[in-house]
């Protein structure tokens, strides 16, 4: 019951933003959200209805973008021309996928060379990645366009770390680096390249200290405070990830899931109303979100508020009664609160589910044993061992050897 009075209240909240106005930072996260959902016919009317519509940039490319999923391309052309009478080149890369998407690859790449402005201008493997450019990318026009050096070296060796990073190949994203820096050796890409390969490799603290130099040159540079707030948080600053997160969204970024980001700071720093804030705000974009109901719920629980944690997890598998994780958040609540046989029941479900989860075979069998159950215990003691958790050795010598 009270779990459903708090999804009310979120909806009612968000409600009322709608009749009384709301920022337009807040719009923009909420039709964001409409058209990631599939929802862009949603998004396209609460666009409609805001006063600013016609004056903010970002809420006209965001209606161009909606539209452009409702398949109204005319509409969407209409928002991204407008966009670029605001601020020159801010509409052309939406333009330059419309056009592609209708086959005219020539006014395309020329609306693609117009966003190639430096304030606007995207990484080379995000255009390359675009689906809408499928039409036209085997086009004359395609490749006479990729003829033209748009990107400088430090730019293209830098995407190049960054992909081998992201793919685990740090060996790879190594030897590229050494070129970079040998190359150019002080440039920002550089430094920020080293950073990146830094940040992975677990040296935190020397990956904080490069960014920190360059964020005092481009404090607002979007990248290196994303980078920055995962090497606070590697080397366990969850109170500075908060902050640097807190700085992404006062420079009104889009993206709701710094919310979710700057909560799970919150929750290791004890702030648990922060933490609940950034999450309910989270929720009024996208209800009933697994992974935002689960930290909700872990939330509370690392509060010690067992019943509202508990409120908040068999929500969560209610809407997702499926899913072997929402089980477990569930599992864990009872474990916590000594339940041992409703604990029992929820890790069951989840390893019927997932029968290949090490740590739940443990907490099953910490259960059972509590309940008085050791020979089934053990059984589930040595499950949890097969599958490489080394914690199970413990158990298995306290209550299963004879």
């Not at 390893?351 to 259960?367: E, F, H, M, R, T």
Request: one cysteine or more; charged letters at 25%.
């Amino acid at each position: 019951m009270m779990m459903r009075k708090i999804l009310i209240l979120i909806s009612a909240s968000f409600l009322t933003f709608s009749v009384t106005g709301q920022s337009n930072y807040d719009l923009l996260l909420r039709a964001k959200a409409l058209t990631s959902t599939g929802k862009s016919a949603e998004a396209v009317q609460i666009l409609n209805d805001s006063q600013d519509i016609q004056s903010d940039i970002r809420l006209l490319t965001a209606r161009g973008e909606a539209r452009i999923q409702t398949g109204d391309l005319n509409g969407a052309i209409d928002d991204f021309n407008s966009a670029c009478k605001i601020k020159q080149y801010s509409g052309d890369y939406g333009l330059a996928r419309i056009y592609a998407l209708k086959g005219d690859a020539a006014t395309s790449l020329y609306h693609l060379g117009r966003s190639m402005n430096p304030e606007f201008r995207l990484p080379e493997k995000v255009i390359m990645l675009e689906p809408s450019f499928a039409k036209i990318e085997n086009s004359p026009e395609w490749r006479l366009f990729w003829k033209k050096e748009w990107y400088i070296v430090p730019e293209r060796k830098l995407s190049e770390v960054e992909y081998y990073v992201k793919a685990g190949r740090i060996d790879e994203a190594g030897s590229v680096l050494a070129e970079l820096e040998s190359d150019y050796k002080d440039h920002q890409d550089a430094i920020y390249a080293a950073a990146v390969v830094k940040c992975f490799t677990g040296k935190y603290g020397e990956a904080i200290k490069s960014l920190s130099g360059l964020l005092t040159r481009y404090p607002e540079n979007e990248n290196y405070l994303r980078t920055l707030a995962s090497a606070q948080i590697g080397g366990s600053n969850p109170a500075g990830a908060s902050a640097t997160y807190s700085k992404l969204i006062s420079m009104e970024v889009p993206d709701a899931e710094l919310f979710m980001l700057r909560a799970e700071c919150y929750r290791k720093t004890g702030e648990r109303e922060k933490a609940m804030s950034d999450i309910i705000r989270y929720l009024s974009y996208y209800p009933g979100n697994k992974a935002a109901l689960s930290l909700a719920g872990r939330t509370e629980l690392s509060s010690g508020n067992n019943l509202k944690a508990l409120e908040y997890f068999s929500e969560n598998l209610r809407l997702h009664p499926h899913d072997t994780e929402c089980y477990i958040d569930r599992g864990n609540s009872y474990f916590l609160s000594k339940s041992w046989q409703w604990a029992i029941n929820d890790y069951s479900m989840s390893l019927d589910l997932d029968p290949g989860n090490p740590d739940a075979w443990l907490s099953k069998g910490i259960s059972l044993v509590n309940s008085g159950k050791t020979e089934d215990a053990c059984h589930d003691f040595r499950r949890s061992f097969a599958l490489g958790n080394r914690k199970a050795t413990e158990y298995i010598s306290r209550y299963c050897l004879k």
